[in-house]
């Protein structure tokens, strides 16, 4: 059974960056894309950055240029850099494990979800 454990959130004024970070244990070969995935109140989960286990790495519209997500295989763990954080990214960051990398920062297939982790950008 993977998990996954989401740390690193917090609050930043508009301008500034966080690093959240999500370590995956029992992970197995056939999730082949671990992935950051957001939720802000009364909007439906949307998909981040998302990178694939050759290192492959796909994006939202709205972030690229600005977050970058990398992985440390040693530490099973990815991170997501976020720069030039706005307000309206406010949301529960989730980490996410699933078979298939999809565009756009998409992962899909028997997606596992972590437990969340608060980002507040604050104008």
């Known amino acids: 059974q993977v998990q996954l454990v989401e740390s690193g959130g917090g609050s930043v004024q508009a301008g500034g960056s966080l690093r959240p970070s999500c370590a995956a244990s029992?992970?197995?070969?056939?999730?082949?894309?671990l992935g950051w995935f957001r939720q802000a109140p009364g909007k439906e989960r949307e998909a981040v950055a998302a990178?694939?286990?050759?290192?492959?790495?796909t994006y939202a519209d709205s972030v690229k240029g600005r977050f970058t997500i990398s992985q440390d295989n040693a530490k099973n763990t990815i991170y997501l850099q976020m720069n030039d954080l706005k307000p309206e990214e406010t949301a529960m960051y989730y980490c996410?494990?699933?078979?298939?990398?999809?565009?756009?920062?998409?992962?899909?297939?028997?997606?596992?979800w972590g437990q969340g982790t608060q980002v507040t950008v604050s104008s």
């Open positions: 996410a494990a699933a078979r298939v990398l999809g565009s756009g920062g998409l992962c899909y297939g028997s997606i596992v």
């Open positions: 029992g992970y197995t070969y056939s999730r082949d894309c």
């Open positions: 990178i694939g286990s050759d290192g492959t790495t």
